[in-house]
């Protein structure tokens, strides 16, 4: 579904970003990425979306090599990639139904899909109830499951979310990972872009280290702090970690 | 037909022209003002271009005969011109007869009772088959015998179509001008909406909607700006038409003004189209400049 080779990212002021990344996510799957702020999670969730074009290598995502993409074809991979963000991006002056609708009114779609579709997805993050209501009305939990639902309901194939729990409190956060995962269940792809490790603990997924735009570990039932504790593994982290995790496994 | 998105669209063209009421009454009162002018412009220049061509079409060549002349010397001098290939036609006018014009023409501007004898001589009108033939005939009538001296209104002909070109040179430097402000002022509108829009931009770019579909509401703004200009304009222009206009002719006795367009309809319909796509192309290059980055 999603795959990177050698994938080098350089932005204009000289700031490398991304450096030599090796990745393959499997169709279906549900990935953490995980690291330090300025690792490079974001520029490569930015690189799944063609909201950036990688400085060299090869990424592909459903089939679309996301470097040779021609400009007018990006909508057509945005409608198979959801993106949620950290602060939402929910629009204020619209109702939740409003701002699901938007997404698939501006894209073209009949009258007829966008009935169908809006009160299917509403339904599917327990926001049915709450839709003639305004975002500013609503706690930061509702608003992140509105705004996953305005990412839903394109149905892609793909879910993207960048700190989608950075404003949430615990509560909040966990149910917000808990919908992501009923979503996963369903078949969508997900990559998690994430600091917050207890839910990157409680998932025990797939979790992609990066550290300095380099990929540091990839552990396919992995924990946030992984094999190492460290920026730089030693011996004894390593015996730690292994040890953890088959006392958990 | 889907009256979903219909509704969806005008709703958020409605938006959009609503955001900003004071840049949008600037934008229109521009293309008022462009639209008028232009509309003035075109009008003058299509009335004088008439005149001229009326004036070309009836330029006379007048051969006023010497005093000892006879009225026999004028008939032969007229046969002679009638056998001229480059002569349309030709009038004898005797000086009865000139003086009768005269005083037709002057009546009700000079009291012509005042002349109490008949100064004119005998004359001869020509007219010519092609204007551009006016000077070598005139030349030719010139040198011929009982031939007093010849007149015609080529200074003033030629004059009036002077005018006509260096106003039309003017007119069009200025018609471009104004054009190329309305332009700019309605792209800055359109930027300041695309500006205030730019979370719902960032959105519909982020769900995968079409560059069309992004710009379609701005360029509808910029059209609404342009139309709605252009309409206050023929409305003013209207007024202009049919109060202003028939008083200023009736004030300029002398000036063979004749009453221009008639097709008034045809022209408001062009200059709101000139309206219309000014407002189109601005929002559309000022749209495609914020989108590409």
Redesign the interface.
């Given at each position: 579904m999603i795959s990177l080779r050698e994938v080098g990212l350089v932005y204009p002021n000289g700031t490398r970003a991304l450096d030599g990344i090796d990745l393959e996510i499997a169709k279906g799957s549900f990935v953490f990425l995980v690291g330090h702020s300025g690792t490079g999670k974001s520029s490569l969730l930015r690189l799944l979306y063609r909201e950036q074009k990688p400085s060299s290598g090869m990424v592909v995502v459903d089939g679309v090599e996301i470097g040779k993409l021609k400009r007018s074809k990006i909508p057509e991979l945005r409608r198979k990639v959801g993106v949620v963000f950290q602060d939402f991006k929910l629009l204020l002056d619209k109702t939740v139904w409003e701002n699901v609708a938007f997404a698939l009114q501006v894209t073209g779609a009949p009258t007829r899909d966008v009935m169908r579709q809006v009160p299917r997805v509403l339904d599917l993050v327990g926001m049915a109830h709450k839709s003639r209501v305004f975002p500013n009305e609503l706690s930061g939990g509702e608003q992140q499951r509105a705004a996953i639902a305005r990412a839903l309901v394109n149905n892609p194939k793909i879910l993207l979310c960048d700190e989608p729990t950075g404003n949430l409190d615990p509560v909040n956060a966990n149910e917000v990972v808990d919908l992501l995962h009923r979503i996963n269940l369903k078949g969508t792809t997900v990559v998690v872009a994430t600091h917050n490790a207890l839910v990157v603990d409680r998932m025990r997924r797939r979790v992609i280290r990066l550290e300095h735009g380099k990929v540091l570990a990839d552990d396919e039932r992995g924990l946030y702090h992984g094999i190492e504790s460290d920026i730089r593994p030693d011996a004894e982290d390593l015996a730690l970690a292994a040890r953890v995790r088959s006392g958990l496994g | 037909m889907?009256?979903?998105?219909v509704q969806?669209f005008l709703g958020e063209v409605w938006r959009n022209f609503t955001r900003n009421v004071i840049m949008q009454v600037t934008a229109i009162g521009t293309v008022t003002v462009m639209i008028l002018l232009l509309g003035t412009f075109l009008f003058a220049q299509q009335t004088l271009g008439r005149v001229g061509g009326d004036q070309i079409a009836k330029i006379e060549i007048s051969v006023f005969m010497t005093e000892k002349a006879s009225p026999a010397d004028a008939q032969r001098l007229m046969a002679r011109l009638k056998s001229d290939p480059r002569v349309k036609s030709v009038t004898y006018i005797p000086k009865a007869e000139g003086l009768r014009q005269v005083r037709e023409r002057l009546k009700g501007q000079l009291d012509t009772s005042l002349l109490t004898s008949n100064p004119l001589p005998d004359a001869l009108r020509i007219r010519v088959v092609d204007p551009n033939q006016v000077h070598a005939v005139a030349a030719a009538v010139g040198k011929m015998p009982n031939v007093a001296n010849v007149e015609y209104q080529r200074d003033f002909v030629e004059r009036l179509l002077r005018l006509y070109d260096v106003m039309s040179k003017v007119g069009f430097a200025f018609i471009v001008l104004l054009v190329v402000t309305a332009a700019i002022i309605i792209s800055n509108t359109i930027r300041l909406t695309v500006y205030a829009r730019r979370?719902?931009i960032?959105?519909?770019?982020?769900?995968?909607?079409?560059?069309i579909?992004?710009r379609l509401p701005f360029i509808c703004e910029g059209f609404l700006d342009g139309l709605i200009g252009a309409v206050l304009a023929v409305l003013l222009l209207g007024i202009g038409r049919w109060q202003l206009w028939p008083k200023f002719v009736s004030s300029l006795p002398f000036f063979p003004l004749r009453d221009a367009g008639s097709d008034f309809g045809t022209f408001a319909l062009q200059l709101l189209g000139v309206g219309a796509i000014v407002g189109i192309v601005a929002s559309w290059v000022s749209v495609g400049r914020y989108l590409r980055t």
């Open positions: - | 889907d009256w979903g998105k969806f979370r719902e960032a959105i519909m770019q982020l769900v995968g909607a079409s560059s579909y992004i």
